[in-house]
């Protein structure tokens, strides 16, 4: 088959603004998760989940790595550890729902391709903070290990859960719009 990526300036254009979007609710909602503060929920991953649905894995991943470096750097968030675990987070559901659902885009699928990338993102970050954390935070392995049940599993089935409710109720409502004169076309 073809692999074939036609980036026109509706679709540049579209992108863009689910990046801003995603930067706007990145800076204005942000809830601190009781069990750990420092764990703090934002639904900025919706655009970048809607991104995956409408325009396939590659435009979420680009989408999610300009989110990250503008949270990581300019916004004051964490730096590299920062830019990292949100980067690896989102960039595996981008990638996952993207894949499954551009297969076969029906409802039931973009349901599966959901919980399939909350579950694999979640079980990914748990390794990732038991690597990163203790390197970049220099945390003891031992209390990253005390806080998988308490707090970065139920984190992130949380964050990435919600947020995947929240892409699941909205991505066809605006999904016309985002199909409309678009030339952005990637055939697997």
């Known amino acids: 088959m073809n692999k074939e990526n036609k980036f026109g300036a509706a679709a540049i254009a579209k992108l863009a603004m689910m990046t801003a ?3 706007v ?13 420092f764990l703090v929920y934002d639904p900025a991953d919706v655009p970048i989940y809607i ?8 435009a979420g991943l680009i989408v999610t790595l300009i989110v990250c470096l503008i949270q990581a750097f300019m916004l004051g968030g964490d730096g590299l550890y920062g830019f990292l675990m949100h980067f690896v987070a989102t960039g595996l559901v981008a990638v996952v729902i ?6 076969n885009k029906t409802r039931k699928t973009a349901i599966i391709a959901l919980v399939t990338a909350v579950i694999v993102a979640t079980a990914v970050m748990c390794i990732m903070n038991l690597i990163v954390t203790p390197l970049y ?3 003891p392995r031992e209390a990253v290990v005390a806080m998988l049940p308490t707090a970065i599993i139920p984190f992130n089935l ?6 995947a409710v929240l892409t699941l109720i909205l991505y066809k409502r605006i999904s016309g719009f985002l199909h409309s004169g678009t030339s952005v076309k990637a055939t697997a």
């Open 21 to 23: 979007i995603s930067v």
């Open 25 to 37: 609710l990145l800076m204005i909602i942000r809830i601190p998760f009781p069990p750990a503060p």
């Open 51 to 58: 991104t995956a649905f409408a325009f396939g894995p590659a």
């Open 98 to 103: 993207g894949m499954m659902y551009n297969r």
């Open 137 to 139: 935070m220099g945390a």
């Open 158 to 163: 949380l964050k990435a859960g919600l947020n």
